[in-house]
């Protein structure tokens, strides 16, 4: 976000993954000369980012992993890294709707809006 450039803010503007299994490929160097440069002068060799968003709630952001060896995802490390992205934006939901995390699992589905226990303890919940 600082160099306002990356995967990251591609991911979001896109609201698609930006997988990039080697930052040395010429392709994003001219694609994000500062934030290629920045990366690898700080090791990084693979970037992922993943947009935040679950169903039909999208919330701008993604979640950004990185890599000191060069190479794609391998199958379980994406279907972790998509599982981990769905659940930080289902989190982020709850706190839009300013849901408590307990009473959504709790008491269940009514209608569109989950039923909410009154005694049940608000989970704080931030995200950069």
Do not use: I, K, Q
């Not at 690898?40 to 169903?55: I, K, M, T």
């Not at 959504?104 to 608000?122: L, S």
């Amino acid at each position: 976000m600082t160099l306002d450039e990356g995967p990251c803010r591609d991911a979001t503007a896109t609201r698609r993954p930006v997988l990039v299994p080697d930052l040395e490929a010429e392709s994003w160097r001219e694609r994000w000369p500062w934030f290629t440069r920045a990366a690898l002068a700080a090791g990084v060799r693979a970037v992922f980012a993943l947009p935040l968003h679950a169903g039909g709630v999208r919330h701008d952001g993604a979640v950004d992993l990185y890599r000191r060896t060069p190479g794609p995802l391998g199958r379980a490390e994406h279907l972790a890294a998509t599982t981990f992205a769905a659940a930080a934006a289902e989190l982020l939901t709850l706190e839009r709707y300013e849901l408590e995390l307990p009473g959504v699992f709790t008491h269940g589905w009514n209608g569109n809006r989950p039923e909410v226990a009154t005694d049940t303890a608000v989970l704080p919940w931030t995200c950069c």
